[in-house]
């Protein structure tokens, strides 16, 4: 047993002893706090330290496996030196029980003299109390290793760990492997202070973010009313100018001079100008709302694709462009909706005439691949090509290839995107394969497959007349 006299000793051990001696305090009687928490004030004050706790059950639980065999306590405290929470060997336990330390007292030096809690918490510094270090002889045969701990963000004192051992020889390992354990709790503490405060920060983003996107979204929902709301403003002077010129053309055409008929013409041409910007607009608005709905009807897609080519013929032959069509299949019914396609390859007939020269070859092919069950309509020709980093932007809203070639024609920059919108909402997809001065092709590919709610399945065939219209809508930018 050591025995240490007040000269080796700390000066603040010395003087804890010394104030115990003034207190009258017998060292063979050792006394107990009476400072002790009710269980409910205990239960609180765990449940304050309830992530504290568990960090240094864990680390401490980490140090008892690792001096296992050695009888060894662990205790921890809070900033007063109440005890939260004893963990460790059996015996030593049975012994601090045996003097009435159990959770919820509180060490002061008053009555449990020289101890290493009080001593760790008033000097905020490591401490060991070996043999003759303690006030009371009955520890003369034990060992106590004391470690504060605190928040690592802002040094405030937390508390204490300690560690009573049988072992009675100064021993340094365990105050050096506490103060190794008291760090990485502090680190894992602060670690978890950090995750909280970054967690905190991405949900006030988040919230700020939710918000602009509701903002923006109520933004577009209102944009896309305005449109909707304009557009079909825009639509019934429109149609009135379209009634007139019927009217003129029905009624007064042979009473009409050439010079204003040719005028008529061109107002007819122009009124039909608007009226597809207008349909486009209120389109691709309703596809952005999910508002668009098809009619789908089980439809010969090669006859109806052959008619729609044949019914433009007028504008390549004027054009002295050679419009082709091919299939490698004589008829195929699938369910479709004949209207969304016709305006479809409507919209990419007219793109090609706008676009190649004279001279100039324009081909639709029609293939079937029966073991996809699917069918491709392609439309090619050999105009001035979309260079390969605009591919993908001309199905863009309002996208253009902006030019000097491509401004030889006019458009919104809207067909593309709503064509796009159109095949993609009858489970379709179009590429394009373009380049400069060679040509384009675009190529849409469609399941086949059939509406047994349909027309009672049988296979639709177009209006000629509403054909007729569509192509005066869709080819009315085109001049000669």
């Not at 002893?17 to 009710?38: A, F, Q, R, V, Y």
């Not at 100008?273 to 209120?282: E, K, S, Y």
Request: glycine share 4%.
């Amino acid at each position: 047993m050591f025995q240490y006299i007040y000269g080796q000793e700390a000066s603040y051990i010395t003087e804890s002893k010394k104030k115990c001696e003034e207190l009258g305090l017998d060292t063979n009687k050792p006394k107990m706090s009476p400072n002790i928490m009710s269980q409910l004030e205990l239960a609180r004050k765990k449940d304050i330290y309830k992530e504290i706790l568990d960090v240094v059950r864990f680390f401490s639980n980490k140090m008892l496996k690792s001096l296992e065999g050695t009888p060894v306590l662990i205790t921890i405290t809070d900033e007063n030196g109440y005890l939260l929470e004893i963990l460790g060997d059996e015996t030593i336990s049975a012994t601090m029980s045996k003097f009435g330390i159990k959770p919820g007292i509180q060490f002061r030096e008053e009555e449990m003299g020289t101890n290493v809690v009080s001593l760790t918490l008033k000097q905020n510094q490591p401490i060991q109390l070996i043999g003759s270090n303690h006030y009371y002889k009955c520890f003369y045969d034990s060992a106590c290793y004391g470690v504060p701990f605190h928040y690592s963000d802002d040094d405030n004192l937390l508390g204490s760990i300690c560690i009573m051992t049988a072992i009675i020889l100064h021993n340094p390992f365990f105050l050096m492997t506490l103060t190794t354990v008291v760090d990485a709790i502090e680190r894992e503490l602060l670690l978890r202070r950090q995750a909280r405060q970054i967690n905190k920060q991405q949900e006030l983003l988040y919230k700020s973010e939710k918000k602009q996107r509701e903002l923006l979204e109520k933004d577009l929902v209102m944009k896309d009313e305005f449109i909707t709301l304009i557009t079909h403003e825009f639509k019934t002077p429109i149609n009135v100018i379209y009634s007139a010129i019927q009217l003129i053309e029905q009624v007064y055409i042979n009473e009409t001079p050439q010079p204003v008929i040719n005028l008529i013409g061109s107002i007819k041409r122009n009124a039909f100008r608007q009226l597809r910007l207008v349909n486009n607009l209120l389109d691709i608005t309703r596809l952005n709302s999910k508002q668009f709905k098809l009619n789908l009807k089980n439809v010969d897609i090669v006859f109806l694709t052959k008619l729609i080519t044949e019914s433009i013929r007028v504008y390549p032959d004027q054009k002295k462009i050679k419009l082709n069509f091919k299939t490698n299949v004589s008829s195929k019914n699938t369910a479709i909706d004949d209207e969304k396609y016709e305006r479809i390859i409507l919209n990419l007939l007219s793109n090609a005439i706008k676009f190649t020269p004279e001279d100039g070859n324009i081909t639709v092919d029609i293939k079937e691949n029966k073991k996809n069950k699917t069918v491709a309509i392609a439309v090619s020709d050999t105009g001035i090509g979309i260079p390969k980093d605009k591919h993908k932007m001309i199905f863009e809203r309002f996208g253009q290839v902006e030019n000097n070639l491509s401004r030889q024609a006019e458009g919104s920059g809207i067909g593309l995107a709503l064509v796009k919108s159109l095949v993609v909402i009858m489970d379709g997809k179009i590429e394009v394969n373009s380049e400069l001065g060679i040509g384009s092709t675009f190529t849409i590919t469609l399941p086949i497959k059939e509406d047994i709610d349909c027309e009672e399945n049988k296979v639709f065939l177009p209006s000629d007349n509403r054909l007729v219209n569509a192509v005066d809508v869709e080819f009315s930018d085109i001049y000669f």
